[in-house]
């Protein structure tokens, strides 16, 4: 189970990141700095294997959540620096949360409960169906409208199984 942390804010610098000395890895790595309008400053290290909710792809500019593992080892500078494994780019249409969904389709943090519908996509995040329940797992849930109780509640629009 992934302790999934976030950060957001604009997007304020993309540049390549270079992973060992042989350069096999040249290109596929991005190193992304990230503002959050108050002086926190994160920079992500997005990976081939980082997961792009839409496959959206981001600019300069944009507002995205980047998701990290809260357990992983970091280095102890500043700005921090986290391993992306999942970034957002915000849009007015949507909401997306990433976390651990217990039993009952309740966020780790107790913040969301999910209920499904038979029109709720439910997909790996190779884009393949998922057959099997949802829940106790980790999962992106992209959804719209959710209610103003505690947890709040929504019909997810679509949600990407984590294995």
């Given amino acids: 189970m992934v302790n999934f942390r976030f950060f957001q804010g604009t997007l304020t610098s993309i540049q390549d990141f270079f992973v060992g000395g042989n350069g096999e890895g040249a290109g596929c790595y991005k190193f992304m700095s ?63 949360k990433v976390d651990f969904f217990d039993s009952q389709l309740v966020s780790r943090d107790g913040q969301l409960k999910l209920n499904l519908s038979p029109y709720t996509e439910i997909v790996l995040t190779n884009a393949q169906p998922f057959t099997n329940n949802p829940a106790n797992r980790n999962l992106i849930v992209i959804y719209g409208p959710a209610t103003k109780s505690i947890p709040a509640q929504t019909v997810p629009f679509k949600i990407i199984v984590w294995c």
Wanted: hydrophobic share 40%.
């Fill in 34 to 96: 990230v503002e959050d309008g108050m002086g926190g400053i994160v920079n992500f290290v997005v990976s081939p294997t980082t997961y792009f909710v839409n496959q959206a792809i981001v600019r300069i500019g944009d507002q995205v959540t980047g998701y990290y593992d809260g357990d992983a080892p970091v280095p102890l500078i500043y700005p921090p620096q986290y391993q992306a494994l999942v970034m957002v780019k915000q849009s007015p249409y949507q909401n997306v």
